[in-house]
């Protein structure tokens, strides 16, 4: 998480931050610290009294060691373990119970009151998780010269700080295991003898699928009751053990340590087959980011597409996401309540759900499990769920009709619902970036118009609408009308949804204080000729974007607003007075986005009176309206694609004069309607072709549709 969500409170101690988050509560926090003290009063105890108060000797087998002849030579708990009264683990304790006193969180953890995930999260959150080196000196494995050799050596190749120490001599296998149990506050097990019998071979490979086990390189140890003891290798997979957890939430899921060679041991016995991990893993950085490489099809079954008994996070976001690109979604919800979860694509401007009954019926059990790996790949922290989060991710997608693959940006919004989280995805196509004006749908009457805006010097050409109206791929459209070899064009966005190669294009980051204010005083350094600015927002950065409007710049960008007189009211309210609005602003163009009828089951039909009594006195006659019934190619919705209608406001001498004079919106409007403008309710009229009027009615406001019928009227 960034610095700026939360103050980062260094000074205090790990019990006063696990309050403060409210992982615990403060008797878990005086017990613990309890049982730390008494375990540092028995670290200062001599050897004979720590043997004498955990029960290791009596007092008169203590009485016969002092005695015994071989006392001066060694040390009074070796002569024990010689003697066969205590055992080699219990001679281990003894010795090294000065440099194996427990933290607080160990102590915390095997008091079950924090998992270690949580745990970790914390450490790492107020950056007091020990480094690895940092382990190693505090208990005497290895000193600071032999640390700073190997760090010198890290520094000339990949491998981790462990595995040099252990090529280097310098530190044993088991001492490499020891210190990353300290550091992720996992147990380490050698696991001697250890043997995963014949009836839970079954029942562990069901749980974690030889598939899931070989590409992860996880483990499944082991089943007694609800408790699956997982074991890895590598620190970097402690994040899968955390996501099957939130799979397999009726079972309570424990993580350990075992060393490399008895993973690839224990891996062959459970699979009935060896493990080669220098092949997976350059199968894993070769895969990495494609998720459209594998083969699937959306109506099949779930056993038909992977083959697996269980289904695995990982495949389910895969689904969900392909799903979304295959029927061209520009947004994917996944939401959370106290029936089910579900997901809803949103499909040519309206929401659809997903209706797959074995998806749904996995969906209610690892939905947890699947918000997680959307996290994990967002570079989120799956830890936080109390938090909204944003984050973006990059797929390269094989598109199997076209034959070519191609990178899909997506931008990743979580947040708190009343149950659990929910998630949204937008996809960003970069082919949409390629599209020119001429592509977009606009009528005749806009486009042509707004192309000759886009040919001025200077001037400031706005593009208002909803959230959702296609203002950016317009802007977009704009930029590409207007590159040409000889100009400098700079862009400010938030955030930069598609990339274009010869323009300077900058993301604005207002946790560090670049705004759009800051950026657009820095461009004016930078000699541009055009500039894009994402969206009119505030006070601020309006007036600057006037500022350099007036001092020979075109510049384009957003604003919100229902229409395009209606964005001359937004920027009054953003204090920019009337006369520098005569004088900045060359237009504005106003859109929306509706669905085009389905071409293969259209049909004409004539509407019922309660439906073009909306917009007309009398039946149009001089109309044609078209529907479609619905068939397999616009899955029976009806609509297939989207088009836009559009306004657009030129600020010509008329309108000017209107400005200049303090004339209110209303009167704008009257003027710009005498001037020839076409209303967006008429250019979709003029698009029933394409669509229907039910569609336009949708997203029309209410006034408009009086005002056209009023004025029809008269």
């Not at 190997?150 to 044993?172: C, M, S, Y």
């Not at 996880?218 to 408790?227: M, Y």
């Not at 919800?333 to 029936?339: A, D, F, L, P």
């Not at 759900?353 to 690892?366: A, F, I, K, Y």
Request: proline share 4%; net charge neutral.
């Amino acid at each position: 998480m960034d610095e700026e969500v939360y103050e980062r409170p260094t000074a205090l101690k790990l019990g006063e931050l696990l309050l403060k988050e409210g992982f615990i509560k403060k008797k878990d926090v005086q017990e613990a610290l309890r049982i730390q003290k008494e375990e540092a009063e028995e670290a200062k105890l001599s050897e004979d009294d720590y043997m004498i108060r955990k029960g290791l000797i009596g007092r008169k087998q203590l009485t016969n060691l002092k005695n015994h002849p071989d006392r001066e030579a060694i040390p009074l708990s070796r002569l024990a373990f010689k003697l066969n009264i205590i055992s080699k683990k219990q001679l281990e304790e003894v010795s090294s119970r000065e440099r194996s006193q427990r933290s607080l969180g160990e102590i915390l953890c095997e008091m079950g009151r924090i998992t270690t995930h949580d745990l970790n999260y914390i450490l790492h959150k107020y950056g007091k998780q020990l480094k690895f080196g940092e382990i190693l000196i505090r208990y005497e494995k290895i000193d600071e010269a032999k640390l700073n050799l190997a760090l010198r050596e890290q520094h000339q190749q990949p491998d981790p700080l462990g595995k040099i120490l252990v090529q280097k001599k310098l530190i044993t296998v088991d001492q490499l295991y020891q210190t990353l149990s300290k550091q992720y506050n996992i147990p380490f097990k050698k696991l001697d003898g250890f043997v995963v019998h014949d009836q839970q071979i079954e029942k562990l490979t069901n749980i974690v699928g030889y598939k899931y086990a070989k590409r992860n390189q996880v483990l499944p140890l082991s089943l007694h009751g609800d408790t699956l003891t997982l074991a890895v290798f590598d620190h970097l997979r402690i994040p899968i053990v955390h996501e099957l957890g939130r799979v397999y939430t009726h079972l309570n899921i424990e993580c350990v340590f075992i060393s490399e060679t008895k993973f690839e041991e224990l891996f062959e016995h459970l699979y009935g087959r060896a493990i080669n991990r220098s092949i997976i893993e350059e199968e894993r950085r070769k895969q990495a980011n494609t998720l459209g490489l594998i083969d699937i099809d959306v109506d099949g079954k779930a056993g038909d597409i992977y083959g697996l008994s269980l289904f695995e996070a990982e495949e389910m976001v895969n689904f969900i996401i392909k799903y979304g690109i295959i029927h061209h979604a520009s947004d994917i919800h996944i939401e959370q309540n106290r029936s089910k979860p579900k997901i809803r694509y949103r499909i040519d401007g309206v929401l659809r759900t997903l209706n797959l009954p074995w998806l749904d019926d996995r969906l209610q059990d690892s939905i947890g499990a699947v918000v997680s790996r959307i996290k994990v790949i967002s570079n989120l922290d799956i830890a936080e769920r109390r938090l909204p989060q944003n984050g973006v991710f990059r797929i390269n997608y094989f598109d199997r009709e076209k034959k070519q693959a191609f990178d899909l940006d997506f931008r990743v919004a979580t947040c708190p619902a009343i149950i659990g989280e929910n998630v949204t995805l937008r996809i960003l196509d970069s082919r949409k970036s390629d599209v020119g004006l001429e592509n977009l749908s606009h009528s005749d009457h806009v486009l042509g118009p707004f192309k000759a805006l886009l040919k001025n010097s200077a001037g400031l050409v706005l593009v208002s609408g909803p959230t959702g109206s296609g203002r950016t791929t317009t802007l977009y459209g704009a930029l590409k009308q207007i590159d040409r070899p000889g100009i400098k064009i700079v862009t400010a966005e938030d955030p930069i949804e598609y990339n274009f190669p010869d323009i300077m294009q900058t993301q604005v980051n207002p946790k560090i204080g670049l705004t759009f204010e800051k950026l657009l005083k820095s461009f004016l350094r930078f000699d541009p000729d055009v500039i894009l600015v994402g969206e009119l927002r505030d006070k601020e950065t309006a007036g600057v974007c006037f500022d350099a409007a007036l001092s020979g710049h075109l510049l384009l960008s957003t604003i919100h607003a229902q229409d395009a007189v209606g964005a001359i009211s937004r920027l009054l309210e953003l204090e920019i007075d009337s006369s520098r609005i005569a004088s900045s602003v060359s237009g504005i163009l106003s859109q929306r986005l509706v669905r085009q009828t389905c071409p293969n089951c259209r049909r004409q039909y004539k509407p019922p009176k309660e439906e073009w009594s909306i917009l007309f006195k009398y039946y149009p006659n001089h109309l044609t309206f078209q529907k479609s019934d619905g068939c397999p190619e616009c899955n029976s919705t009806g609509y297939k694609g989207l088009t836009v209608i559009s306004e657009l406001l030129v600020v010509n001498r008329e309108i000017a004069m209107a400005l200049n004079l303090g004339a209110n919106v209303n009167d704008i409007r009257q003027v710009a309607l005498k001037s020839g403008m076409k209303t967006m309710l008429e250019d979709g009229i003029l698009k029933l072709e394409q669509t229907t009027l039910p569609e336009i009615i949708r997203v029309v406001p209410h006034e408009w549709m009086k005002e056209f019928r009023d004025r029809r009227s008269t």
